[in-house]
Nanobody
Framework: QVQLVESGGGLVQAGGSLRLSCAAS????????MGWYRQAPGKQRELVAA???????NYADSVKGRFTISRDNAKNTVYLQMNSLKPEDTAVYYC??????????WGRGTQVTVSS
């Protein structure tokens, strides 16, 4: 089974930075596209950033230029560097692994709170 564990969330002032990490167990990491999603109170879960197993990335328009997704296949870990944080970035952030476009695995989430 695949297990994803997020870490690195916390409380930060607007304009500050955080780095989220997602450690994956199992042998499918290198074959999977990885993504970060977030869900704010009263809102639908949305894609923040994604990275393919080949290293191609895409971002939500709201975070372009501020967030960077990266992966280290040797460590089975994906990262989300978040800079210039805004109060509207406040949400629970979830790690996702997508295997062969068919199977999805989710972490339990980590809280990010940005104060104004």
């Amino acid at each position: 089974q695949v297990q994803l564990v997020e870490s690195g969330g916390g409380l930060v002032q607007a304009g500050g930075s955080l780095r989220l990490s997602c450690a994956a167990s199992g042998s499918i990491f290198s074959s999977s596209a990885m993504g970060w999603y977030r869900q704010a109170p009263g809102k639908q879960r949305e894609l923040v950033a994604a990275i393919t197993n080949g290293g191609s990335t895409n971002y939500a328009d709201s975070v372009k230029g501020r967030f960077t997704i990266s992966r280290d296949n040797a460590k089975n870990t994906v990262y989300l560097q978040m800079n210039s944080l805004k109060p509207e970035d406040t949400a629970v952030y979830y790690c996702n692994a997508n295997l062969r476009t068919v199977y999805n695995f989710w972490g339990r989430g980590t809280q990010v709170t940005v104060s104004s």
